[in-house]
């Protein structure tokens, strides 16, 4: 009999041993900053993914790239970008104005 995800997954196995660089970034947050920026089919893109403060992505990344280090995973017939829904996405909501202008008036 096949045992559960549960009591097989290393995460939940009594004697399992980590690697320590994963036990740090056990109670991390993972997160992505991307931006998209396209019009008519032409534009530019970028991505950074992070567990907690350090990076898991280079300075060049895709969004593809970030979401992949955080473990999404592309199928046969949608790039990660696609699998999560952000291919419905073509604008943002307008209540997320007021942290653009905030995030210019802090300069950042």
């Not at 949608?78 to 300069?107: H, K, M, Q, V, W």
Request: negative net charge; glycine residues 10%.
């Amino acid at each position: 009999m096949p045992s559960s995800p549960a009591t097989s997954s290393p995460a939940y196995h009594p004697l399992a041993r980590w690697p320590e660089a994963e036990l740090a970034d056990a109670n991390k947050p993972q997160f992505a900053i991307i931006r998209t920026e396209y019009h008519a089919g032409m534009g530019s893109q970028w991505g950074v993914a992070f567990a907690g403060e350090r990076r898991l992505t280079g300075d060049e990344a895709s969004i593809n790239e970030a979401l992949a280090a955080l473990g999404v995973q592309a199928s046969a017939s949608a790039d990660e970008f696609d699998t999560i829904g952000l291919g419905g996405f073509r604008s943002n909501p307008e209540y997320l104005d007021r942290y653009a202008d905030l995030c210019d008036e802090l300069g950042v």
